[in-house]
């Protein structure tokens, strides 16, 4: 006999989340007083959308931690099916977007060879990855703010290129080829192949897509947050923590890859049914192994602390040199919002179409595709975009919305259910392909792209 409404965890939960989210966006409201009205009204629909998510959200949660909860009858592709050809096509498409970079500046009248164009990346984070993998943390620079993974690796490929900047474009490129491979494997669970193929298309054309080519870290965090996850469903759970613990130490939203890890695992252990002390045992063993993950942010932590003496040094130069600290991402809508009107009507109107319109227009795309795909995605995947957006929207001053959300992993697969129609998935695809070609444009011009 099902339970009455009232006495389902659902429901409560759904209840309890939406008091405090509607209390906090009311405080917000109240105690705010330089929002226009289109800020006002940004920030309640990303509120509500928001909102919207996570009820669609919590009842998949709940069954997805019950016995009854039905896998999708899939196999993933064949092992090492056709995943050299995809791996070489990643590669050819990381080329192929410096390729086009410095051709569009040659239209735009520069006369640097193609050695030279490279140093153009440089405007980006670039800089501080660079001077971390030649100097490591100095002691005296904003650098640390960057964390360490990437420059890592950067380092260790300087001893094949005996030049950083390669170096450091090899790295990325790489990385972007091996997370093609692994988003197909990892949605042919969910997906099939055409799921999968549809994601990777879309890993390909998404506007931004080109910071995946870039010497910075995307293209790496996304790779260890795919092998992570991949591992996780595989039931390989210390390599699952220990990609997750380094991509905890490549950037700080890494340490999100707990939200999916945790639900993965409380729903393999549920599914193994009653357990006998041995199996009590492993999978005590095998939560415990998840505290790699965090362990890569307490590494940064420790970074931080040995070269300052305070473990949050980091944030510190942040707020000082960027404006960034933790805030609400409906603020985040609100000020961009407002930005991008003002702006637009300046002369500075290339910063609103380069800078602030793109981050409004992703920041609402995500949500509104995530939304539209909650009640059928995988429960961890959804909750992993939860925790990715309110904390990498949160922030006080954001101006790379795009970067961060091209390389949040829930985002292809909502992408790959989404578009199951194919006329939908044309006319997203069009769309992409425009937006795609513009936002490198934009970039081109340095139209403040970040």
Avoid at 67 to 81: C, N, T, V, Y
Avoid at 100 to 116: H, I, P, Q, Y
Avoid at 323 to 330: A, D, I, P, R
Avoid at 429 to 438: E, K, T
């Amino acid at each position: 006999m099902e339970r009455p409404w009232w006495k389902k965890p659902e429901i409560w939960i759904s209840g309890v989340g939406l008091a405090v989210l509607s209390g906090a966006f009311l405080f917000w409201l109240v105690g705010t007083k330089d929002v226009n009205k289109a800020g006002t009204v940004a920030a309640f629909a990303a509120a509500a959308l928001f909102a919207a998510m996570c009820l669609r959200f919590v009842p998949g949660w709940m069954r997805f931690w019950r016995k009854d909860w039905e896998e999708p009858a899939l196999e993933e592709q064949g092992r090492g099916a056709g995943l050299g050809k995809l791996f070489c096509l990643f590669l050819a498409a990381a080329l192929g977007t410096l390729l086009a970079v410095f051709a569009l500046r040659r239209l735009l009248g520069d006369t640097d060879s193609f050695r030279e164009h490279l140093n153009f990346w440089g405007y980006l984070d670039t800089g501080y990855y660079l001077k971390i993998a030649q100097q490591g943390y100095t002691g005296g620079g904003e650098e640390i703010v960057f964390f360490p993974g990437y420059p890592l690796l950067v380092r260790l490929a300087y001893y094949l290129t005996r030049n950083y900047l390669h170096a450091a474009l090899l790295v990325s490129a790489l990385c972007y080829a091996a997370s093609g491979c692994l988003l197909v494997r990892l949605l042919a669970l969910d997906y099939g192949a055409a799921g999968a193929r549809r994601a990777v298309k879309y890993l390909w054309i998404i506007p931004g897509a080109f910071f995946f080519a870039g010497p910075m870290s995307e293209s790496l965090f996304l790779m260890l947050c795919l092998g992570s996850l991949y591992a996780a469903r595989r039931g390989r759970w210390l390599p699952a923590a220990a990609l997750g613990g380094y991509a905890a130490f490549t950037r700080s939203l890494g340490v999100l890859l707990l939200a999916p890890l945790i639900l993965e695992a409380v729903h393999a252990c549920v599914r193994d049914g009653k357990l006998s002390p041995a199996g009590r045992k492993k999978w005590v063993l095998r939560f415990a192994s998840l505290l790699l993950v965090p362990l890569g942010t307490v590494l940064y932590l420790l970074i931080n602390y040995r070269q300052f003496g305070d473990p949050f040094q980091f944030m510190v130069f942040e707020h000082a040199k960027w404006g960034q600290g933790f805030g609400l991402f409906w603020a985040t809508a609100a000020y961009q919002t407002d930005l991008a009107l003002y702006v637009l009507g300046t002369d500075y109107y290339q910063i609103s179409l380069g800078l602030w319109l793109p981050n409004v227009a992703y920041c609402f795309i995500a949500l509104i595709l995530m939304t539209a795909a909650a009640k059928r995605l995988r429960p961890s995947y959804s909750a992993w975009f939860i925790a990715y957006y309110f904390f990498a929207i949160g922030t006080t001053y954001l101006i790379s919305a795009p970067r961060y959300l091209a390389a949040a992993v829930p985002v292809y697969a909502g992408l790959a259910q989404v578009t199951e129609n194919k006329r939908v998935d044309r006319l997203f695809s069009v769309l992409c392909v425009c937006a795609a070609v513009f936002y490198l444009w934009a970039f081109v011009n340095r139209w403040d792209v970040y």
